[in-house]
């Protein structure tokens, strides 16, 4: 549930990710901009984002190289949802 209801945050922020080296400075971005009211949900949707696509809390670089090539294509709606 809580996959599908990030979908389009997911694709919005996971292109973002290239832009950074480290992975606090990442889950802070999230916490400052997703959007949604409570800053409590946005970094618990953050920290959701970050556990299901950078796994043992690894900022590995190829997603987001992938990711940021592939921004508004239906490719990165695949690789991602």
């Not at 953050?46 to 590995?60: C, H, I, M, T």
């Amino acid at each position: 549930m809580c996959a599908k209801a990030l979908a389009d945050q997911a694709l919005a922020a996971i292109p973002q990710a290239a832009d950074f080296s480290d992975l606090d400075a990442y889950r802070k971005y999230l916490t400052d901009t997703l959007p949604f009211n409570s800053r409590e949900t946005r970094q618990h949707n953050g920290n959701y984002l970050v556990s299901r696509y950078f796994p043992g809390e690894a900022l590995s670089t190829n997603l987001p190289r992938f990711a940021a090539a592939r921004k508004g294509t239906p490719a990165l709606a695949e690789a991602l949802l």
